[in-house]
């Protein structure tokens, strides 16, 4: 393949870039996190198979919408609640391919919970990634409560959740969109709708086609993306973002995706995806539609692309190493995080989950702890 010259512009900036206010090297970042999205789902796939990590749940058909929409974003400054499938958002927002890692091995050095969750549960303080929960939707409520505090403490920051549609029918979605609609909080929610929550299609799952049409019923706008369309995913997150901003509210975001893998490792899709559905799917792939978008505008050559591809590869060899040789969390520290370690301005109690990490009473009295169970 031939280097193609880019399409007039500036220098650094192509047409391509240009048309959505971005530069050649934002093109190619992106580029770079979606390829290390794939790269390292498929490492996880392999790593199970090989019963080295217990579970993977992939995002693999979701990496394209999930980089353009977290790209509009301040990295250390705004706020994102991902969920389980959200590799290529974490890592567009700052975290890793060896983080991604060592949450799938639940090693004690995961930056999310130091390995005291299942895998995918990504989270990371210093990039302010909020680790979800394992009921779906709840990190909705996180994040309106972030948009919250952004908003009376005047930051400017806005806060992101990103859900399946599956996930969009929980009432807490219902309840975050409430609220942040009546109080124009700095939010955005964006649903991955790819069709399936597990094994049942959206058409059992949706009265409307689209989940974006409920987000008239809060008076906010609802916007569907070509989840393959990486350039027009950036566009409609850049406007919410800007809008958030601005004081004007929340933004739904329902980004059309497919699902190329199972639901997770633990899912049998052929029985219930026709073989000619899952072939079909293939033909689908964004990421080979975003490669051929960026080698048609010249930003991405053939020695470019070489050159990333080696760079990924090695990059997922040296964080499988990285998460195959880290510590395991060593089992005297269960409760660190769980239970609460201070007691200011008392003596902590002895009885029950080693030395006062609990729901204990005071004094020894067990009778609130027997209480909270009844």
């Known amino acids: 393949m031939a280097a193609t010259k880019p399409k007039a512009g500036a220098a650094g900036v192509s047409e391509l870039a240009a048309s959505v206010g971005l530069t050649d090297d934002d093109l190619i970042g992106m580029y770079r996190v979606i390829a290390t999205a794939r790269a390292v789902d498929e490492r996880m796939w392999v790593l199970n198979r ?23 974003l301040e990295k250390r400054k705004d706020w994102i609640a991902p969920f389980y499938r959200s590799i290529a958002t974490c890592l567009a927002f700052g975290m890793q391919a060896r983080d991604i890692l060592t949450a799938q091995y639940a090693k004690a050095i995961d930056l999310s919970s130091g390995g005291r969750q299942m895998p995918g549960h990504y989270g990371n303080v210093a990039n302010n990634l909020v680790s979800l929960s394992s009921p779906v939707a709840t990190q909705m409520l996180h994040a309106v409560g972030i948009a919250l505090a952004a908003k009376l403490r005047k930051t400017g920051q806005v806060a992101l959740t990103t859900m399946g549609e599956g996930s969009s029918n929980q009432g807490d979605v219902h309840e975050g969109l409430n609220f942040a609609a009546i109080h124009k909080l700095p939010f955005i929610l964006c649903i991955e709708n790819n069709g399936y929550a597990i094994s049942v299609p959206v058409s059992k799952q949706l009265a409307v086609p689209d989940v974006a049409a409920r987000a008239s019923g809060y008076g906010i706008p609802g916007v569907i993306v070509d989840g393959a369309d990486v350039l027009g995913c950036y566009r409609a997150a850049k406007e919410a973002v800007d809008r958030a901003r601005r004081g004007e509210g929340p933004t739904l975001i329902e980004a059309k995706v497919i699902r190329l893998t199972a639901h997770s490792s633990d899912d049998q899709q052929t029985k219930y995806r026709s073989a000619e559905e899952l072939a079909d799917l293939q033909q689908q792939d964004p990421l080979p ?26 990059d997922i060899d040296a964080a499988t190493d990285y998460a195959e040789s880290a510590a395991d969390p060593d089992p005297r520290t269960a409760m660190k995080w769980v239970f609460a370690e201070d007691w200011p301005g008392e003596t902590p109690p002895t009885w029950g989950f080693g030395g006062g990490h609990g729901l204990e009473g005071h004094e020894g009295d067990t009778s609130a702890a027997e209480g909270a169970v009844d």
């Open 289 to 314: 539609r975003f490669r051929k978008e960026l080698r048609d505008a010249g930003v991405l050559t053939e020695e470019l692309e070489a050159t990333i591809a080696a760079e990924v590869k090695a």
């Open 50 to 72: 090989a019963g080295r990590i217990p579970f993977v749940i992939s995002g693999q058909g979701h990496e394209d919408a999930q980089a353009a929409i977290a790209w509009p």
